[in-house]
């Protein structure tokens, strides 16, 4: 099914939307039921496309997923019989059937993990993963569609190092070593909240894992772990988009269920440009205070830095400061292409080989095209968009509320892997547009 959207922009988003449970946490957690022992329970899950995916895939390697409104219970009890070498599922748009593999390896002795999705901003390898679950004795070996694995003689704990600390490696770190024979230690681990929040779902399981403050984490392993009860942490990309469009179009949004906690990086910035907030225990209020934004220099990094997911929508409203900013994205290699479209929407976005800042980055001297510089404000007019990927997809929506005139916006199906019932929510904040599903 292809969807577009007509957008006729101008008209400040001002309301409420509520965010539900983070899109990078939610599957995780539900991927860390398989290695229960008991059914799990998740809480405040929400309806969007990368847990339709790992509910599949769940399912068919025979964990049964039922779903009353928010909440998933999911029970692992008859993995062990279920017909796993037939599986050809496809990861559809999603990146967390890699993180099956350990939890199948203990269930099964063997997995297969059908070629991965995911958003394509770089070429996201998994050289990582490969080399952690190496570590801790399975064998793997790449065949035609996917990655064929097996652990004959079981797992054992490992010392592992990261060259990067990537959200994905350090999560198949810890669904592998809990329940590995002996102590993992993992060295330049990533610490993202949505990490801390699985660490703590493994924890409720049974698990023994220490965080320390240098991103070491050490795991012993434990021979069993039982189902978990847990409500999932919300999701900070959400809140920060909405924020990012309120202040885009003018607007005035509060995000019910934003977590301060989870978004001090994204508040700061927020605030630094000029933004309005008003930080409660129930959300966030995000504003645009009138008068001119302020331009800023950011430069995307891994947690506790300025989350590359928050780039993209942020740059829109770069596009309506006085001045000039600069962004530096040192977390992927390829995360400028939706620039193009701002460009032709009339935003003055100027892009980089070089890095512009001072964050130690990979991609600097290597020809990737990784920083941007952005004049403003300039205003935004409606154009022809085909969404490239969920988070340049959003922005492009943001730009065309922003934009005067009607904006015609492809393949927003993408959208929905990340955002929940989003046009409800945009019509909920006064946009105006209609919808085609053909
Ligand atoms: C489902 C999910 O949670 N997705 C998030 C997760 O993605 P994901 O876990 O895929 O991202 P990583 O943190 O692993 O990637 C960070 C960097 O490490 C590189 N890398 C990663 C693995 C590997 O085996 N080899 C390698 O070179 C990547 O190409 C990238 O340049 O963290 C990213 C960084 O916060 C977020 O943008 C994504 O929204
Ligand atoms: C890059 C993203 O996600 P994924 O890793 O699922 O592609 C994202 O959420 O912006």
């Not at 993963?129 to 190496?134: A, G, S, T, Y």
């Not at 990927?389 to 929506?397: I, N, P, T």
Request: proline share 5%.
């Amino acid at each position: 099914m292809s969807s577009a959207l007509h957008i006729t922009g101008g008209v400040p988003l001002s309301g409420q939307v509520t965010v539900r449970g983070a899109k990078n946490l939610v599957p995780k957690a539900m991927v860390a039921a398989l290695l229960g022992s008991t059914p799990s329970t998740l809480a405040n899950v929400p309806e969007i496309k990368d847990v339709e995916v790992v509910t599949n895939l769940l399912s068919l390697h025979g964990v049964q997923v039922s779903r009353t409104d928010g909440v998933l219970e999911l029970d692992p009890s008859a993995v062990t019989t279920a017909h796993h070498a037939d599986i050809d599922a496809h990861a559809g748009d999603s990146r967390i059937p890699i993180l099956l593999c350990g939890p199948l390896l203990h269930a099964l002795g063997e997995a297969f993990i059908p070629d991965l999705g995911g958003c394509r901003i770089g070429d996201r390898p998994i050289n990582y993963h490969l080399d952690v679950l190496r570590h801790f004795g399975a064998r793997v070996e790449k065949v035609e569609s996917g990655i064929r694995m097996s652990a004959p003689h079981g797992l054992t704990g490992a010392k592992v190092e990261l060259p990067y600390p990537s959200v994905g490696a350090t999560e198949q770190v810890l669904l592998t070593a809990t329940r590995a024979e002996g102590h993992t230690e993992l060295r330049g681990a990533a610490t993202e909240p949505e990490i801390m929040d699985l660490i703590a779902i493994l924890q409720k399981m049974g698990a023994i894992i220490t965080v320390q403050t240098d991103r070491v984490i050490r795991i012993e392993g434990v021979p069993e772990l039982t189902g978990y009860r847990h409500r999932a942490m919300p999701d900070r990309i959400e809140a920060a988009s909405w924020g990012s469009a309120a202040l885009a179009t003018g607007g005035d949004i509060f995000v019910a269920g934003a977590r301060q906690s989870d978004m001090m990086t994204y508040l700061n910035t927020f605030r630094k440009v000029g933004g309005g907030l008003d930080i409660g225990e129930d959300g966030i209020r995000f504003h645009h205070p009138g008068g001119d934004l302020n331009p800023l220099i950011v430069e995307t990094d891994v947690h506790p830095g300025f989350m590359t997911d928050w780039q993209q929508p942020l740059v829109v409203a770069l596009t309506q400061a006085s001045g000039v900013s600069i962004v530096h994205e040192t977390v992927y290699e390829n995360r400028f292409g939706f620039t193009g479209a701002l460009n032709r929407m009339g935003a003055t976005i100027q892009l980089h080989r070089e890095c512009l800042g001072s964050v130690p980055c990979r991609f600097g001297q290597r020809n990737f095209v990784h920083s941007a510089v952005i004049s403003g404000a300039t205003p935004l007019r409606a154009a022809e968009i085909n969404i490239p990927d969920l988070r340049g997809g959003f922005s492009h929506l943001i730009a065309a509320m922003a934009a005067e005139g009607t904006s015609h916006v492809t393949g927003v199906e993408l959208i929905k892997r990340g955002y929940e019932h989003f046009t409800d929510k945009l019509s909920g904040l006064g946009a105006s547009f209609d919808l085609d599903d053909e």
